[in-house]
């Protein structure tokens, strides 16, 4: 291939960078401006809006809300989606297809039919909206991401592993939770880290689901449309250097313990 | 073997591994679990069964249930129902919506923005998996490609609200325009369907760039030298070689953000205006008021639902047919 296009390949490739980038940067230095005026040129900073929002208590309320229900959502997820890749990778029965079908349907339905589904289902089951329904429905939505990393991971398990284990006396349950499980590891981690991801940053589900007390998105959502301010910036800076934070550790985590497992 | 063998070198390691073996070995031996193991696997019969009573049970009381009551709720003639009141099922709320072009509209709407913007996240995106598949070294791939996922950990509400700040009147762009000496006055970008697209493209793109990037990657180098071996210019390279081998990876990029970008609410209400409206805020509009809207609500969640399958379908088949008579 010409030099020339390679070297425009390139360029697009760091515009898409900027592009993806650039809001982001803006956003975080908008919440250093000593004005409550959303807009550039910014001529003086501060950080008051940040000791502001760590003075909140709703703030820091909402915030640990958000987080409870990402971990809890996320440990109902991770189970319940190991089992079904354990049941679904590698074996042939009839209505398999089936199966996958309906194991990935929460992640191909668009975001306000699925809280909008979740929301009708919850009414018929008498689950209040609050708390307990927006951990129910981001359970349900992350179950596909974790059988579909873990299927993968599976798939590449050398079966003689299992089958040496059973030769030794070990029983199934054994076999599975000294064998296959630890080999999971680095699938079940990122997959795990996804899901709280997903789940601390989901608005639709949370938004329809939620009783008086908001999410952390839903709270910022809230905030929008009573117009911009640099105490909004500031919260979703803590928010975006958070999930980044977490994301960065998870792909480099993951990476190290499959390197070091296989 | 090869865990008694390093174990030796570390004594902590001996203990840790000792510890365990006598945990497991007790737990096999232990009285009630040996009986619950003997009835468990009795046969591959039974142990497949307990093995798939679980996840079929939750799939399709989690996974399929709420689509299935969404579905009966949409039939009926008033939700929730009245105590003394005996459910009557109809399709009144199917034919309100072609009754009032306010409701017919905002879906069409959105069927337009979704191929737009999914067309658009597909121009965009080609070209940067592309570049990182095919002229970057493995090593620094997955560093380049890692520092495009940054981005996208971070949350639907706080990359919409990053957008609004890049385009407000006194927002970057505009201020860049104008130091630059195009415009005097502000642009209006917020609030109309551009911001609402470059908004939604920002949110998908991560769904696109990974299948292109993954079918890209496949693809053997050797393929293009072939073709060029035997006189195949750039351009043509890259139509009857590159482009129909990641017709796949195209298919389910665009499959993906289609689906999704049809169903984005918090964005268009954020980033959109009133001539934006798109049908999940009309969709949203039934379940904001009391409680008997909701079949009408659900009944345009279920149309707009089969219209995007629908759609979606005829797309993929047609970009398989398209594969095949290229290949012959």
Not at chain 2, 190 to 214: D, E, N, Q
Request: net charge positive.
């Amino acid at each position: 291939m010409s030099r020339g296009n390679r070297i425009a390949l390139a360029c697009i490739y760091w515009a898409f960078v900027l592009y993806v980038f650039v809001p982001l940067i803006l956003m975080i230095l908008m919440g250093f401006k000593d004005s409550k005026f959303i807009g550039f040129p910014i001529r003086s900073w501060t950080l008051d809006w940040y000791t502001r929002i760590f003075s909140d208590a709703e703030v820091i309320q909402t915030f640990v809300y958000s987080v409870i229900i990402s971990v809890l959502s996320t440990l109902i997820s991770v189970a319940v989606g190991i089992w079904i890749a354990v049941l679904l990778e590698g074996r042939k029965f009839w209505g398999r297809a089936f199966i996958f079908g309906m194991m990935v349907l929460p992640a191909l339905v668009p975001g306000i039919i699925s809280a909008i589904a979740f929301r009708i289902y919850a009414r018929w089951l008498e689950i209040e909206p609050g708390m307990g329904a927006i951990i129910w429905s981001h359970a349900v939505h992350n179950v596909p991401f974790v059988s579909l990393v873990v299927m993968a991971r599976l798939s590449t398990l050398p079966k003689s592993q299992i089958e040496a284990a059973r030769d030794l006396g070990a029983d199934p349950l054994i076999a599975f939770l000294r064998i296959t499980l630890p080999y999971l590891v680095p699938a079940i981690l990122g997959a795990s880290v996804f899901c709280l991801l997903l789940s601390f940053d989901d608005f639709v589900r949370s938004f329809f689901l939620g009783g008086y007390e908001p999410t952390l998105p839903v709270l910022i959502f809230a905030m929008l449309r009573s117009g911009m301010s640099p105490e909004i910036n500031a919260i979703s800076t803590v928010a975006l250097v958070l999930t980044a934070a977490i994301g960065i550790w998870a792909e480099r985590f993951t990476r190290k313990a499959k390197k070091g497992l296989t | 073997m090869s865990n008694e063998a390093s174990a030796s070198n570390a004594p902590d390691g001996l203990a840790k591994t000792e510890g365990e073996r006598l945990f497991w070995g007790r737990l096999a031996n232990w009285g009630p679990y040996q009986t619950l193991m003997s009835v468990v696997t009795l046969s591959p019969r039974r142990q497949f069964f307990i093995l798939a009573t679980f996840p079929i049970l939750w799939l399709l009381t989690q996974h399929l249930g709420p689509m299935l009551q969404m579905l009966r709720v949409s039939l009926l003639d008033a939700y929730p129902i009245a105590p003394d009141v005996a459910q009557e099922f109809s399709l009144e709320s199917y034919f309100k919506f072609f009754g009032d072009r306010i409701f017919w509209m905002p879906l069409f709407r959105t069927l337009i923005f979704a191929a737009v913007f999914t067309l658009s996240t597909l121009l965009i995106t080609y070209p940067v998996a592309y570049f990182l598949a095919r002229h970057v070294s493995r090593k620094n791939q997955m560093l380049m490609l890692l520092i495009l996922l940054i981005p996208f950990w971070v949350g639907e509400i706080v990359r919409t609200y990053a957008i609004m700040i890049l385009l407000g009147n006194t927002g970057a762009l505009n201020l860049a325009l104008k130091w630059l000496g195009l415009i005097d006055r502000p642009i209006p970008f917020m609030y109309t369907s551009f911001s609402m697209g470059l908004g939604i493209v920002y949110l998908t793109a991560l769904y696109m760039l990974l299948p292109l990037y993954s079918a890209l990657e496949k693809l053997p180098k050797s393929y293009n030298e072939a073709a060029a071996d035997l006189g195949a210019g750039a351009w043509t390279r890259f139509r009857r070689v590159t482009l129909p081998l990641t017709i796949e990876g195209i298919s389910s990029g665009c499959t993906l953000v289609f689906l999704i970008s049809t169903g984005f609410y918090a964005t268009p209400v954020l980033l959109g205006g009133p001539s934006t409206t798109v049908f999940a805020e009309t969709i949203a509009g039934f379940f904001h008021v009391a409680g008997d809207e909701w079949p009408t609500g659900a009944a345009f969640a279920v149309i707009m639902f089969m219209v995007a399958l629908l759609i979606t379908g005829v797309f993929q088949r047609l970009m398989k047919s398209l594969r095949k008579g290229d290949s012959s």
